[in-house]
């Protein structure tokens, strides 16, 4: 398999209406990785995949898979699995019949793969999918995802209505098949927490906009809270970029994106100051919220 | 290629929506009808009985267009099927189950003949309107109306799927328009007598011919609805 | 286990020489595989193989093609003088330091150590 890049996406945007979901987004996702795909609900996460499927069109840019037009390409689309959120799926099919379609249109198709996922998941196979729980649909579509072994595989916020146990069924499944069979894995989630680990590149959302794009690792101890007095506090950031601020009478927690060595770890003892790590999910969350009000910033300077 | 017949195969993993039904329909139908023929002999009626049990699974075709659509094309997208295909492979697998019902309706309706309307002087395949005409357009009659009708559901599922309920606003509000149009303009220069007689000149031939033609429009309008249709 | 302070793959090099130093993976003992680490801690296994590769070109692991990875013959002293060395800085100057804020002489020191390393 060559290293080409897997998705080139340029100057991307689309428009509902008076709604901006893409504003010129450019990205690059290379094969072989495991990618996050993280924002806030309508943050424009579905309409990227979707155009990235052929599923949707945008109104400008151009996306490339595999370095050609996904739209209508159908030796492009064979590559790709896009199970949606709420797919759909036929009002007469069976759990099982479900698969045996599946089976058709995804060359690396796994069915041992897919009876045994089944077996986890607890899911009926003869049962009509019009009479499934949300879990168990959502089910249906994690094991589609995961059995069509595609080049490229997207999931939609794949877990609704999955419980705790079903969910670590699927990131346990995610990790191992992706071990052994290496491929492009695009998950799309706002339960961070819960996927941080599985990602090796983070690419965050917001309001149509890309706001992250970073190895994982980078961003893990990217960003440290501070916790103590607060003249202590702010003389102890100095001019370090401040993604969170938390005031509590005279105590100050702030959260800035900083990588401490050891030496001002130590300083930060000697200050009497506490530090704690920041999670992925806060990260994000802290960044997405701080581009936001920066983006707002430009904005009334614009207008001044 | 390949993947056009795939769609086709998808389309039959439920064997039910695309033959059981169909024929189940017209089974029942060809014997109620024949019941109810065989009830009123008993009562010494005269003449032939005709019967219209056999548009009852054409009817379904309406149905069945609609449903192929709403149902298939949603779950064949996140299949990774391009639009061409599905429509080509749905098209195609309809096509062929309807040119195989039409044939059968001919093969019946000589069985008919042949019994003397199943010895009770019935008419079901075999309307004579129909019959009179030669094989090739007896079978292509069929044929014809069960396309036409599959395309009519298949067309309105189709801009359904684009423009959601504007869309259907819209067509049912226009093609409202155009009946009630032609019922006025018919209306306002009295010509009603003449357009029945037009009616009663309608040959089968000629009902095939233009119910073809329609059918193939039918077929381009939604091919290129659906190109920009999304889930 | 993993927890956010800092890189995965650090984390991973960091369980390993744990475990070489205290023993659990002798000299000349296989190591479990990347996909095995990543299955078992529930990470990327590309940040596994990250973490393994760092120990790798820290000589203190080595690959034999086919078969895995192995901790090199004499990994674990080198582990231990490492530590030694950062052991002062580490854990004696926070010590010393804390124990002078709160007037600990060094004598009152040592017998404190002594009982702790008692029991």
């Known amino acids: ?304 | ?231 | 286990m993993i927890d956010d302070s800092k890189p995965i793959f650090i984390q991973i090099a960091e369980l390993i020489e744990n475990d070489i130093v205290s023993g659990v993976l002798a000299e000349e003992a296989q190591v479990p595989s990347t996909n095995e680490f990543a299955a078992f801690y529930r990470i990327n296994p590309a940040t596994a193989a990250k973490g393994i590769n760092r120990l790798v070109e820290d000589g203190l692991l080595y690959k034999k093609r086919g078969i895995g990875m192995f901790v090199t013959e004499g990994a674990p002293q080198r582990l231990r003088e490492q530590r030694r060395e950062k052991f002062q800085q580490q854990f004696i100057t926070p010590l010393t330091a804390e124990a002078s804020k709160l007037g600990i002489g060094i004598n009152e020191l040592v017998a404190m150590i002594k009982t702790s390393s008692d029991t």
């Open chain 1, 1 to 304: 398999m060559t290293q080409a890049t897997a998705i080139a996406i340029r100057d991307l945007t689309k428009t509902y209406k008076d709604l901006k979901a893409l504003d010129n987004i450019n990205l690059d996702l290379e094969p072989n990785r495991i990618y996050g795909l993280l924002g806030r609900n309508g943050a424009g996460k579905t309409t990227l995949m979707s155009i990235l499927t052929g599923q949707n069109f945008q109104d400008h840019g151009s996306v490339q898979v595999f370095g050609h037009e996904p739209f209508e390409n159908d030796a492009t689309l064979a590559r790709i699995c896009f199970i949606r959120e709420s797919q759909k799926y036929p009002d007469d099919f069976k759990v099982h019949q479900a698969f045996a379609a599946a089976s058709l249109f995804f060359e690396n198709w796994d069915q041992h793969l897919a009876q045994e996922l089944m077996k986890e998941f607890d899911l009926p196979a003869k049962r009509k999918i019009k009479k499934l729980s949300r879990g168990q649909l959502s089910a249906v579509g994690v094991i589609i995802g995961l059995a069509s072994r595609a080049e490229i595989t997207f999931f939609d916020e794949p877990y609704l209505g999955l419980d705790a146990v079903a969910r670590q069924i699927f990131y346990d499944r995610l990790v191992a098949d992706f071990a052994e069979y290496p491929r492009t894995i695009v998950l799309s989630s706002h339960l961070i927490d819960e996927v941080a680990n599985l990602l090796e590149h983070v690419i965050v959302i917001d309001k149509g906009q890309i706001v992250i794009d970073a190895d994982a690792e980078e961003l893990r101890g990217a960003a440290v809270t501070v916790t103590g007095d607060v003249a202590k506090v702010q003389e102890f950031i100095g001019t370090a970029k401040v993604l969170h601020r938390d005031a509590l009478g005279a105590l100050a927690s702030v959260t800035i994106e900083s990588q401490l060595d050891a030496g001002r770890r130590e300083q930060a003892k000697l200050m009497g100051l506490d530090l704690s790590p920041v999670s992925l999910q806060q990260f994000v969350v802290r960044s997405s919220l701080s581009s936001a009000s920066e983006r707002v910033d430009e904005k009334s300077e614009a207008w001044s």
């Open chain 2, 1 to 231: 290629m390949n993947r056009i017949i795939k769609v086709a195969r998808m389309q039959l993993i439920n064997k039910a929506t695309f033959i059981g039904i169909p024929l189940l329909i017209l089974f029942s139908a060809f014997l109620f009808t024949v019941v109810i023929w065989w009830l009123v002999r008993r009562n010494d009626a005269e003449g032939i009985l005709y019967g219209g049990g056999a548009q009852a699974p054409m009817w379904y075709f309406l149905a069945l267009g609609i449903q192929a659509l709403t149902l298939t094309f949603p779950f064949s997208l996140g299949m990774s099927i391009s639009r061409r295909s599905f429509y080509l492979g749905t098209l195609a697998l309809f096509a062929t189950c309807a040119l195989v019902l039409s044939v059968f309706y001919y093969l019946m309706g000589l069985v008919e003949t042949a019994t003397g309307g199943w010895w009770l002087d019935g008419r079901f395949f075999a309307l004579q309107w129909i019959s009179e005409n030669n094989w090739f357009i007896q079978i292509m009659f069929y044929f014809v109306l069960m396309v036409l009708l599959f395309m009519i559901g298949f067309l309105i599922a189709t801009i359904y799927m684009r423009w959601r309920q504007m869309g259907m606003v819209f067509f049912f509000t226009s093609l409202g328009i155009l009946v009630i149009g032609a019922i006025a303009l018919i209306t306002f220069t009295d010509t009603w007598m003449q357009f029945w007689e037009w009616v009663m000149t309608w040959s089968a031939g000629g009902v095939t011919l233009w119910g073809g033609l329609a059918a193939v429009l039918m077929a381009g309008c939604s091919y290129l609805t659906l190109r920009k249709a999304t889930a």
